[in-house]
């Protein structure tokens, strides 16, 4: 009886956060958590969104340059996190949000902005000029025109959000997909090595279809990549990924960067942070919740960062595994 409920699978799709969400949980037959996760993906949109006209967020925004705003803990410590992370200068940057609007890309109205349109945006995205208030828990943007964006890290916290409270109902284990940031919870019930199988996309592919599967123990995984969101002008192709120091989309030999984590959060800011660097870094410093990573490069090599080779299995022959 009990390797039967083990099996047992449930699994709730809906769309939200701009994407297409899938929670799946094994062991129980009590859809309550699943429709609990929904309400929980909802009310962090509702408050975190930068586009409606209505978020705790945009409040901060209407109220930049003018006076602070007390939000809920949720956005505070993730907009402290995102604050910090961003004045490490290495890619990731909360303030980036005039610079996203303008571009627009993945929106019907995305275009290429003019250099004086990018440059006057430049001049308010300075992660310094945002001021944080423990006491209050508010948030005061110092200029007006800023706007804080927590679009590269906020799928992460939700991730995390949801395992608690997966926990907090006593689902030992699930797959939690917010739009292909995953987190695997728990001990997978159809492996018994207790290591999950996990594809990495082929970039710009019709299909779903893996080129590569690596195997890891309960993690998120978190890809960072050019192909899922782009704007065509002319002969150019412009990727979302944007520079906050040059005002364009980064630009390097990578289609994808995926990092493990146990931490879907920590994967999040640490697929930003490898991608703008472009290749893996030598003996480089993973936080310590981090299992490692996999590039993907435009000329169809897979390089390793922290992964044993044993650890993944290539699927398509066009590329080429480096460790």
């Known amino acids: 009886m009990k390797e039967n409920i083990q099996q047992t699978a449930l699994t709730k799709h809906f769309r939200a956060l701009g994407t297409s969400i899938s929670l799946t949980v094994f062991g129980t037959l009590d859809q309550t958590v699943l429709e609990k996760s929904a309400d929980l993906v909802n009310h962090y949109e509702d408050v975190l969104t930068v586009n409606r006209d209505h978020s705790q967020l945009m409040s901060v925004k209407q109220a930049a340059g003018k006076f602070p705003v007390q939000v809920e803990a949720s956005v505070y410590q993730l907009t402290k996190l995102a604050v910090e992370k961003s004045r490490a200068d290495f890619g990731f940057n909360a303030a980036i949000g005039p610079l996203v609007k303008l571009w627009h890309i993945g929106f019907s109205d995305a275009k290429v902005p003019s250099e004086q349109q990018i440059s006057e945006r430049l001049s308010l995205i300075d992660p310094w000029q945002i001021e944080l208030n423990d006491a209050d828990q508010s948030i005061f943007l110092k200029k007006a025109g800023m706007e804080i964006d927590l679009g590269a ?171």
Not at 153 to 166: E, N, V
Not at 209 to 227: F, H, L, N, Q, R
Request: with cysteine; proline share 6%; net charge negative.
């Open 153 to 323: 890290i906020a799928k992460g916290y939700i991730a995390d959000r949801i395992q608690d409270l997966w926990h907090a109902y006593g689902i030992a284990c699930g797959i939690i997909n917010l739009g292909g940031n995953l987190l695997m919870v728990g001990k997978p019930p159809h492996h018994c090595d207790g290591l999950w199988r996990i594809g990495l996309r082929s970039p710009f592919s019709d299909n779903d279809e893996p080129i590569a599967v690596v195997t890891m123990p309960p993690c998120s995984a978190v890809t960072s990549g050019i192909y899922e969101r782009r704007l065509t002008s002319g002969q150019k192709s412009y990727h979302h990924i944007l520079d906050s120091n040059t005002g364009y989309p980064r630009e390097n030999n990578l289609n994808s960067v995926t990092v493990f984590s146990k931490k879907s959060v920590t994967a999040e800011i640490e697929t930003t942070r490898l991608f703008f660097a472009g290749d893996p870094l030598p003996d480089y410093p993973f936080e310590q919740d981090v299992f490692g990573a996999a590039f993907i490069t435009k000329d169809c090599q897979i390089k390793l960062s922290g992964l044993a080779p044993g650890q993944i299995r290539l699927l398509d022959s066009h590329y080429q595994i480096i460790c």
